[in-house]
T-cell receptor
Framework: AQSVTQLDSQVPVFEEAPVELRCNYS??????LFWYVQYPNQGLQLLLK??????LVKGINGFEAEFNKSQTSFHLRKPSVHISDTAEYFC??????????FGAGTQVVVTP | GAVVSQHPSWVICKSGTSVKIECRSL??????MFWYRQFPKQSLMLMAT?????????EQGVEKDKFLINHASLTLSTLTVTSAHPEDSSFYIC???????????FGQGTRLTVV
């Protein structure tokens, strides 16, 4: 069985400050890891994914994440946020066949 | 990236009626699609896996007779909420896998309100 824990339900951050969203997972098999962003009343947009290879993954909009197998973590970071980064962020794990197990989500609120 | 279109984006229906939601992969073929449900301020919960040409696989606790899934072609899956009730009001989102099975592309979601 797989599960995902997002440690922060809400993260307030000032514009141009860095942000880190924490995600831990558990799985008995090899996993694929994802971060998605969701804007109000919209579907999900993929920010980045880890399938294999380099543990530092770079995504869109300046986001990056690091896969840490020993700590079973896949934290998302951005060095400088914009107002437009205000959204809900979901960490997800997959067994490789498309079925995604999502974390509870982290609401990022960027203020000027 | 690949595009998944979901229609309608929102719908209001009367209690007891049925509502059909369509999920289309516009520029790729998807043998597998997934349907998720999201309650306000909550995460996405997988409802079922839709396989082209075969019966859908439902997650535990999801009523297959209430949430009918049809995946008649490689580009279209439909979810029909039968005899809808107010507690079925939710945000429904579909996703489709690309051929390499490495990424799921999501539709824009359907906001269902049952009154």
């Amino acid at each position: 069985a797989q599960s995902v824990t997002q440690l922060d339900s809400q993260v307030p951050v000032f514009e141009e400050a860095p942000v880190e969203l924490r995600c831990n997972y558990s799985s008995s098999v090899s996993v694929y890891l994802f971060w998605y962003v969701q804007y109000p009343n919209q579907g999900l947009q993929l920010l980045l994914k880890y399938l294999s290879g380099s543990t530092l993954v770079k995504g869109i909009n300046g986001f990056e994440a690091e896969f840490n197998k020993s700590q079973t973590s896949f934290h998302l970071r951005k060095p400088s946020v914009h107002i437009s980064d205000t959204a809900e962020y979901f960490c997800a794990v997959s067994d490789g066949w498309g079925k995604l197990q999502f974390g509870a989500g982290t609401q990022v609120v960027v203020t000027p | 990236g690949a595009v998944v279109s979901q229609h309608p984006s929102w719908v209001i229906c009367k209690s007891g009626t049925s509502v059909k939601i369509e999920c289309r992969s516009l520029d790729f073929q998807a043998t597998t699609m997934f349907w998720y449900r999201q309650f306000p301020k909550q995460s996405l919960m997988l409802m079922a896996t839709s396989n082209e040409g075969s019966k859908a696989t439902y997650e535990q606790g999801v009523e297959k007779d209430k949430f009918l899934i049809n995946h008649a072609s490689l580009t279209l899956s439909t979810l029909t909420v039968t005899s809808a009730h107010p507690e079925d009001s939710s945000f429904y989102i579909c996703s489709a896998m690309d051929r390499a099975n490495t990424e799921a592309f999501f539709g824009q979601g359907t906001r269902l309100t049952v009154v």
